[in-house]
């Protein structure tokens, strides 16, 4: 087998790729912006152009395995990105066949959350489970499900969209899917600064958030004031936390995961989340499930986490 | 390989067991009453007795490849009945091994809905699937998951309780695991019933259903007023059916299943209940997966269900 794999991770801004070994070291990264071209054409060769670099560079030519792609929307199933994705170009996409035809090597791709998952089990904190559930909290609340060792795809491809599991069944908060009550509606960075407007507009007591023009504070605005002693930023942790909590009782029923494995900014803000999440996860945790299923932070680094998790996936690319 | 499997589904009140062949015939089948014994001994020994009397009688001497055994809180990885059930016997029993000694056979156990599932997959509506979700709608609401063409036991051999997934997250219904608001608590037979009294009692209509005794009311009662078109008995039946369609339609983010399948006794009350629910489903699905997951009823005969799920789990016992 080749001694390396390349991981491509595409986001609405950036994509950034890199050579990974089987140990999971990144070798060596690029990136270059997503949206700068209007044709995919020109986008996909300017990729190719640059990872070529860098696998010159870095002695790799004839040494990649398998090239891996993490992009929103897409389908592990028919290696194509689908509808209703924040990407300049028409979709769908055949995105495997057109950067396998590029680069003369195997392609996988799967969504964001899939290939996080996948990196987790194979670098990270999930080695040698065989039945977690990741999930990441960044702008939105993405998932990836392991089961008995296999990535749950679904019927379709697109199974594990926890982030849009119902939490408020009436007069939920409208969701970007469509529909109201989501996860991801509520325990996004997103969702965090819709709570903070909610909590500054309904109640009266002072708070440091005050301070800042009501539409634009982010969830780090609530993080930073939380740590600082505010009691109304801390009460919106607990309102994030305990929902989070909630929802992680809820899908333990269906798999019954060793863990659940976080990841993404809002993962970072410590006990300010994790123990109302916990005392919440507790509270509701079915009695044959409780004390079960561990909560354990993600252990890719930021920076390399995107590349790595969708490195991965190029070992399995056939 | 050798040609028949021995089922034996083991309930609260009556044991059945069959023989059943590679196409899912039952050649014969027989029962033993489950309490009759205080002693977990003399219930195995009866049990052994005319379940060998069963196969001397139709020729199936040294013909049985395995045993499969759905029994209540049965677990498939540890091969034990654990506690927190309604059998007369002290528990945790180590039921796989004891059946096993006895017979001189490989034995496999899980619980009825998991055994439910795996008899669908072999025999039944599920055949070729690879991504469905069995719901058994009984006395109580259970459910049997097959991701992949494989069966999800989970991290502790439990997953798949998704009649205790919260589908009122406050002020809900007292359930029989301890908490409150879960799904078994509303879309069983049982629920069925608890929601006639509480109709009744908070509504001031006319009905059939006041002619019985609110106490004595079953799910039976309310059907048999809802087809002779008691307008409260099918607001009953719209009641049940919308919750059990929000459940599906949130079981879908998690596994996008091809179908989910209907078992029990309240999945043939026909469009009494699949009507609210389809509409439920459709209007609460995620758009992504609108459409998608069928709903379909279980082509297992009620009769033979139980010992067929239970013998469909004999073939893979080592």
């Known amino acids: 087998m080749k001694p390396y794999v390349l991981g491509i991770d595409i986001g609405g801004t950036n994509t950034v790729f890199g050579i990974v070994d089987a ?43 398998g090239i891996g792609i993490g992009a929103p ?72 499900i392991v089961i008995n060792g296999q990535m749950v795809y679904g019927h379709d491809g697109f199974a594990g969209e926890l982030g ?6 009436n007069n939920g908060r409208l969701c970007g899917c469509g529909r109201t009550g989501c996860l991801e509606a509520y325990c996004s960075a997103t969702g965090v600064a819709r709570t903070a407007r909610e909590f500054l507009e309904i109640r009266t007591e002072p708070s440091s958030l005050r301070n800042i023009p009501i539409e ?23 309102y994030t936390g ?24 809002l993962a970072k803000s410590g006990e300010l989340l994790m123990k109302p999440l916990r005392a919440a996860m507790d509270k509701n945790m079915m009695p044959i499930f409780k004390g079960k299923p561990k909560v354990l932070l993600s ?20």
């Open 23 to 65: 140990r999971g070291v990144v070798l060596a990264s690029g990136s270059i912006k997503t949206g700068k071209h209007a044709k995919l054409e020109d986008y996909l060769e300017e990729l190719y152009q640059e990872a070529t670099r860098l696998i010159e560079a870095n002695d790799a030519v004839d040494k990649i395995h």
């Open 73 to 144: 929307n897409a389908n592990y199933f028919t290696g194509t990105i689908e509808d209703g994705v924040n990407l300049p170009w028409p979709t769908p996409i055949p995105l495997a066949e057109l950067v396998s035809e590029k680069f003369g090597v195997p392609v996988a791709i799967t969504n964001d959350a899939n290939a996080a998952a996948i990196g987790e089990m194979t670098y990270g904190a999930a080695r040698g489970m065989k039945d977690f559930i990741m999930i990441t909290l960044g702008t939105g609340v993405g998932s990836g």
């Open 164 to 169: 849009h599991l119902i939490v408020k069944r």
């Open 216 to 238: 634009q504070i982010t969830s780090k605005d609530v993080y930073d004031a939380a740590m600082n002693g505010d009691k109304l930023a801390k009460d919106i942790f607990d």
């Open 242 to 265: 305990t929902i989070l909590g909630e929802a992680l009782a809820d899908m333990t029923v269906f798999s019954s995961p060793q863990a659940f494995i976080l990841f993404g900014g």
């Open 299 to 318: 252990e890719l680094k930021e920076a390399d986490a995107a590349v790595l998790g969708a490195s991965a996936l190029g070992w399995e690319a056939k």
